[in-house]
């Protein structure tokens, strides 16, 4: 997403950005990547009638609720889709999508790659927990393999959907891991996305303390695991920037994402390219120039003569 | 190139006065059948016939079969023209032409005694002994080569076959020459060039010894002749941008495909767009972003297509988001008869979502209607915050018919775009009371509170809520506003009286052989009238009082009897009105109905039950 | 560690003679609810006296509610314990254990007059000059700690209630103990050991001074005191299993995750498999690959989930595939009421997919009849090689009840594994005169021509074909399978005279309801039968001429009246049979019915008529 | 797929496996296709009856239709689970699926991700036209930029999918590239997949006479392109070996998919990893040594006396 430094009259607040309190359950990692939404949008000052959050179905889903902003709670899977309708038809507004590894890899998944070489302008957050929350405890296609849950109950055999790669192979413009432990990196991550151009996508580990307690301790620091963060080259011609990542080069992002536990943490994969949104425009501004000011009725007149 | 009709390079030196010397045959209306391979340009020179019909005063109704093969395959187009009123294709013709010997064989027995066969002497023998039908041998295939030179072989047989027919029956030789021209103009300059050379070998081959007459068809009631001729997907298309569509997503599949196509070319010079989406999922929840974010917006699919979109239909209408869809319905179940024309899918149309969920489902007549219909089905999607599904079907979709153009200052819609106006405090976007539009994203909330659109049960404000009183008062909502329409909705037109001992009833398609066949019936002397139902869900209030005036309830449907005996309409009146009148006539060959078929069913019931 | 009962470590000091010189009264049934949070386990509880119901000759029939937040909140369980037969949860309930103050001032109102309300004096504060309730407050959380030791909180509240009960309901200890001690004995030993204490302290609570009475649920008339305690959702599960359903493939959604995740665990024992697929539309593509592999399989929902399998569900009638297919149906439109009752989606089961697409519905009427559905969906799937769909709902898929262990000899299907005989050169696939299977992969086709199994119509040897001839008598195959079957199924049991004043009809989970509405009005004199229909569709072969035996047909239903004032039962009925005596009487509010609404609708029925 | 060498009787002959003549367009490169298909499976012999071809919907999809297999025709885009569910069930069949671009990459594109991630024992033949055929001319997931079609009159404007990076991330165990002008390496490219164990996948380019002609003339060397083979490693110590292509490096095989006008041909990566089939035929296996000789009826009568 982009065009966000637009500041509002009144200054945005948290407050004003609440509505309903969660509904998760105490200690879920949901709530912090909600607070940081928040502080990311009053550190923005976008309009708080332009936000729009849109969301499937699942825990994470609920999003939308919690938010006082236009927003819309849709079927499972599906919130891309829907969101590329709201984005392709009012530029006006900011687009942001939240949802669950369920929601976003299995039913979702064609839609997050068609999304993603479409390159539509909005951001997504996965809040990624490793597991179905809202259906209590099944497996989902990020559930790392031996997690036990109620459809694998001597522990899950599929390999693992590897989101980064997934979202750097289908052409995601912008590509990016977070953690909900962490809460300053999330609010970097999410304020990068948005001010990205394009489809922006932060992978966001979000602990379900119910049905997953402790998945991603390995990567907590104060549980004895080790956060990792990507170090970006910065191109200052050191010797050090050499070992550096280099976001825009999308096989090395590829190589970065190889294991995913506990992972890297940070931009993988950055890329300029036209959003689908501005090539659609270019045509429209190139068919209105053409017709000049011919008015709906005018057009159709003149294609009901072809028909004479 | 572009050639005036005037210019035309019809040398002066074309002969027809040995033709023109046949004597005069007035008609009333001429059903030709063409048959050939789907390779040869049948369908062009069809459409070229039913645009001069257009364009002449006559009226015209076409048909065409498609075939299943990708690398096509024996297909025919049918023409109807007429002075009078053109309701259908015709059972029967009175002319054949016959490229092969398979179409010949195949299509000999659509012949009416007495009919002439017209056939191609380069490829097909015929049964001359057979004395029913009349024969014209022509050898149309090699003169066309001759006409043209060697290099292109027998393309351009169509063009000389529309010669012919133009010299047989009389027709406007300009104005064909000028749609000639539209069509083949924008191409490179030796295609027009040989179209012409076709055409002319056509106009000019001598038929004296050939035929006993040539034939006049006879100028129409209207006086009309700039009149609009298209198919009905076409005019649907139309029919959605007038009515103020400008946002539309949906995945290929045929028949709809030309609908989308239609739509991405035209749309961005209205300011919108249309998406190709991944999947049909994918596209109805598109075009809902669409009417979340403010539009008027439209999906669509054929058959199976439209199952994919059940679950967001079933969305659509808990959010109570406004959406068009359309379904050009083909033969079924799965992917079933994808060419062939059916009226399968009304029960899923009304009933396929899961849970309560009450919805517009519209049915179109004919071409024309196809426009008419999508204006309709655009206002009522607005004012009722709705979904409202048209079925068309494959029959309606490539049929070409003449309709008078509209008056586009009475039917345009007006500005479409999104209302943004503050919402003052007190706004709810679900009032028990009333009806409502939501507030869209960039809407100002004066109340400082934002909404958010769900599919889960909800307060009048939107708020999620599984209040059980509630639930009951929003189920009655969105049943009441959709009773609310049907208060407003008109009673379909009567042909014939309005009572007496048979009501012939149909949907969409049907209405042409339907009309005929009351005709037909009327003329017998029966008392039959007929009503085509255009509003499917809801049925418009009063139609139970006219259905008991009448001792025989007749509902015609290209569909299944069921398990029941009733065809789909059939279900839903029987159950509506609990009329034991009310009867089923009902088929699955993939064709549309033929005025016999309806006359036996008729005869059928009412040997039965007297 | 494992306690058997007799060593359950209730202290013989245990005190029980002073509430035991209560006098004691005798109880036909008693309504119970616990009102609490979803935390408390309250449902527990209720599992272990339903459970107990079943091993002492006593009905029951419970009911609960969901939170719809995740993180809990309340939620009940009501247990209706019977010497009698037991229909249904109860309308009103006896005793009210109220564990908060909202749980208190929710379900204050569900109390009869006269009933007793236990509050947790720790959180409740009643009004206790609300005369038309006796009122017991306990201190139970405060009980439960001291009983336990401080540590583990309030949790074990639940296990108080239960010994509360026990000694309020003269219980049989020594067989809670059991069933105890299975729930809990294969975990921690300290969690048995607590469990157990806390219900001890419930046990020997001193009641004397705060009961009237004790109470004495007089032993029923089932001698059995070895009989099945289970809900819905596994009862079916298991008559899948039975009846030879050895894969499946699902997608999670409520109500219906339970069964998939059970045939998950189980089918690797009976030498199958159940797959978690990526979506519904998956899910049903997998299992349509299962049954072209030779094998019975099941794939299932919740509504939203059976509106995405709908296109597939379209091909398998086209090819004729046998499959089972389960929806768990829940509160609609979309995704609604997640966790409550409703049965509107029967007419998206019948109608949903595009085409004419007839396939068998059947609704179970209660947890036991879950099993036999689920094995007459077998039988049929099979035998006609068509697709059966299960409406089960969220209110079967979670009620307790008791029932009889099935015979097994005789219920469990035979073999199952594919037949791979070879077929012998004259072999049809479909054959327009008879039943048969296809031949799944592994076949040896002896006539040398392999056969494709495809969703495009075509003729007897499965070969595409757009004949219209053949579409017509395809379409009369796959209906006329179905209509033989309809022959061969038996009607519904009548209760009371097969002829009289009013038939009350409903389907599906409403059967105890409306049984017991029957009874009463029968008390009250009028002549009223009941009948629930199992076979939704086909409907069996005579139940019109039932209907005309009346006077009024009332079909009641948990769905919406829609546009025409009917049920979407009452609208199938009505239009096969047009017969004004069928008439609706509808709700929804997320509940099940109450036995006051049956009777109301009664009444306003037969007074607006008479 | 594996376990194919099972040899027939009588010997399988093209003649056996041919059935209706294919109703593709004359020239159209479907046809090429099969009768590699033929030459491989009468290479292999696979006994006929345990042959299974199976499609979504397309010009493509109607394979099954002109081989004298077991097949089944199924609805858009879900070949793949249906495939699934016979592969997993009936491990005495070779299951083989046949689509378009349009079938697994658009509306199936999910199928295909998950199919691949599961390792699920089938064989895949892609055969990418680069447009929808069927319906007549839209564009499709693989259409060019620029690509001027019924749905895009001014140009194809999506950048399209990268069918190799797709497979390569998503997890498919056999990954490679063909083109139907080349019988010889279709051939080759066919019997390795069908020789792999676990999910094998063969992007085939395959021409669309009629409304994509020309689109693959940069790989045709007699119409002026470059055919340009992947050079496999050969793990024999030369020099020139260390510039040869480890298929078994999956960073490699994305990197070599880069380019995909015209692209490399021949086997981008190949992993050797338990099947889906293996890992719960391995449950199964466990849980009816547990049960010992038990019937249906004991294994009921046992859970039901649980419920008591
Ligand atoms: C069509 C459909 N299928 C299934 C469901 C049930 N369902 C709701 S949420 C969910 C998955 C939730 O998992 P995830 O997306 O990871 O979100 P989480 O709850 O873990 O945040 C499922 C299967 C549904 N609502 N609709
Ligand atoms: C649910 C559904 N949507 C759409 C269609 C229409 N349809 C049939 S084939 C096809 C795409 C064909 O393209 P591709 O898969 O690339 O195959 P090709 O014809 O090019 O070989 C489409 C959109 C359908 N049959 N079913
Ligand atoms: S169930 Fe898990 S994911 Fe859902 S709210 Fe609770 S902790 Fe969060
Ligand atoms: S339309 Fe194209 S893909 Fe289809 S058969 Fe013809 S050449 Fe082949
Ligand atoms: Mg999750
Ligand atoms: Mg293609």
Redesign the pocket.
């Known amino acids: 997403m982009s065009d966000t430094a637009v500041a509002a009259p009144e200054k945005l607040t948290k407050k004003q950005l609440s509505a309903d309190h969660p509904t998760w359950c105490p200690g879920c990692g949901?709530f912090a990547v909600l607070a940081s939404f928040f502080k990311v949008l009053e550190k923005l000052q976008i309009p708080q009638e332009k936000i729009v959050t849109i969301a499937?179905?699942?825990?994470?889903?609920r999003f939308p609720y919690f938010v006082n902003s236009h927003g819309l709670h849709f079927?499972?899977?599906r919130a891309l889709p829907l969101a590329t309708g709201v984005s392709l038809s009012r530029p006006d507004t900011h687009v942001f999508v939240f949802?669950?590894?369920?929601?976003?890899?299995?039913?979702?998944g064609n839609h997050l790659e068609h999304c993603a070489r479409k390159n539509i302008n909005l951001t997504y957050v996965i809040?990624?927990?490793?597991?179905?929350?809202?259906?209590k405890k099944?497996t989902?296609p990020?559930s790392r393999i031996g997690y036990k849950s109620k459809t694998d109950p001597t522990g899950a055999i599929d390999r693992p959907v590897n989101p980064m790669r997934k979202l750097i192979s289908a052409g995601a413009t912008f590509v990016a891991r977070s953690h909900a432990s962490q809460v300053k990196h999330m609010m970097a991550m999410y304020e990068r996305a948005i001010l990205h151009p394009g489809f922006s996508v932060v992978q966001t580990l979000?602990e379900?303390v119910i049905?997953n307690p402790g998945s991603f301790d390995d990567s907590i620091p104060r549980k004895g695991g080790v956060f990792e963060t990507i170090d970006e080259k910065k191109w200052d011609d050191t010797p050090e920037d050499a070992e550096r990542h280099d976001v825009t080069n999308d096989v090395s992002a590829y190589q970065l994402a190889e294991d995913q536990y506990p992972g890297k943490f940070g931009v993988f994969y950055e890329e300029d390219r036209p959003t689908k949104n501005v090539l659609e425009q270019k045509w429209i501004d190139a068919s209105q120039e053409k017709i000049g000011d011919a008015k709906a009725a005018d057009l159709l007149r003149k294609r009901f003569a072809m028909m004479k | 190139m572009t050639i005036a009709a005037d210019e035309a390079p019809l040398k002066d030196s074309v002969d027809t006065s040995e033709s023109s010397a046949l004597p005069l045959e007035d008609l009333q209306d001429a059903v030709i059948r063409f048959a050939g391979n789907s390779q040869d340009g049948i369908q062009t020179v069809g459409g070229f016939l039913a645009r001069l019909a257009g364009r002449s005063a006559r009226e015209v109704m076409t048909y065409m079969t498609i075939p299943s093969t990708i690398s096509g395959g024996p297909s025919i187009f049918q023409v109807h023209l007429g002075s009078g009123e053109v309701l259908s294709a015709g059972d029967d013709t009175d002319f054949l032409v016959a490229f092969y010997q398979h179409s010949y064989e195949d299509h000999l027995s659509s012949l009416k005694e007495g009919g002439i066969c017209i056939y191609d002497t380069d490829f097909v023998e015929p049964d001359l002994t057979d004395k029913r039908y009349e024969y014209v041998g022509i050898p149309m295939t090699s003169t066309t080569i001759e006409a043209i030179g060697g290099s292109t072989k027998s393309r351009g047989k169509n063009l000389f076959v529309l010669g012919l027919i133009t010299t047989i029956f009389q027709l406007d030789r300009k104005k064909l020459c000028e749609i000639i021209d539209r069509q083949f103009g924008k191409k490179d300059e030796s295609v027009l060039r040989n179209a012409m050379l076709a055409f002319d070998a056509g106009y000019a081959y001598p038929i004296g010894d050939l035929f006993k007459n040539r034939y006049n068809l006879k100028a129409g009631l209207s006086e009309k002749t700039d009149r609009v001729t298209t198919d009905g997907n076409t005019a649907l298309t139309y029919g959605l941008l007038a009515g103020g569509v400008r946002y539309g997503a949906g995945y290929p599949i045929t028949p709809w495909s030309p609908i989308m196509e239609v739509l991405r070319s035209e749309l961005p010079k209205y300011g919108g767009l249309f998406l190709q989406c991944e999947d049909e999922l994918g596209a109805v929840s598109a075009a809902l972003g669409y009417s979340f974010a403010g539009h008027l917006a439209v999906t669509g699919s054929s058959g199976p297509g439209l199952s994919l979109k059940m679950?967001a239909l079933s969305y659509a209408c808990m959010a109570e988001l406004p959406l068009v869809v359309i379904n050009v319905q083909r033969g079924g179940p799965s992917t079933g008869l994808p060419t062939s024309v059916e009226q399968s899918d009304l029960m899923q149309a009304i009933y396929g979502s899961h849970g309560d969920v009450p919805r517009v489902v519209l049915g179109p007549q004919d071409v024309e209607d196809c426009f008419h219909i999508a204006l309709e089905a655009c206002r009522i999607a607005k004012k009722y915050s709705t979904q409202v599904i048209i079925l068309s079907d494959q029959a309606l979709s490539s049929r070409i018919e003449v309709f008078e153009e509209p008056d586009w200052d009475v039917v345009v819609a007006d500005d479409s775009s999104p209302d943004l106006t503050p919402r003052p405090e007190e706004f709810k976007p679900y009032p028990l009371d009333s009806l409502t539009q939501h507030a869209p994203p960039g809407t100002k909330m004066l109340g400082g509170k934002y909404p958010v659109v769900t599919g889960l049960e909800h307060d009048e404000w939107g708020h999620p809520s599984a209040n059980p009183e509630l639930h009951q008062k929003m189920t009655d909502r969105r049943r009441e506003k959709i009773k609310q329409l049907q208060a407003e909705l008109p009673m379909p037109e009567v042909f014939g009286e309005k009572s007496g001992e048979i009501l012939l009833v149909g949907w969409g398609c049907t209405f042409g052989p339907l009309r005929e066949a009351a005709g037909r019936l009327q003329d017998a002397g029966r008392k039959v009238s007929h009503a085509q139902i255009r509003h499917l869900h809801p049925l418009p209030a009063d139609l139970g009082s006219l259905f008991e005036k009448f001792e025989h309830v007749l509902v015609a449907e290209l569909n299944d009897q069921g398990l029941y005996g009733n065809g789909q309409l059939a279900t839903l009146l029987r159950s509506a009105y609990c009329n034991p009148a009310i009867k089923s006539i009902t088929k699955t060959d993939g064709l549309t109905f033929k005025i016999r078929e309806i006359v036996a069913g008729v005869d059928h019931h009412t040997q039965i039950s007297s």
């Not at chain 1, 499937?56 to 889903?61: A, F, H, N, V």
């Open positions: 949901d499937g179905i699942g825990c994470s889903s079927i499972h899977g949802g669950g590894d369920g929601d976003g890899f299995s039913i979702g809040m990624d927990n490793y597991v179905y929350g809202l259906t099944q989902s990020t979000s379900c049905f | 679950e």
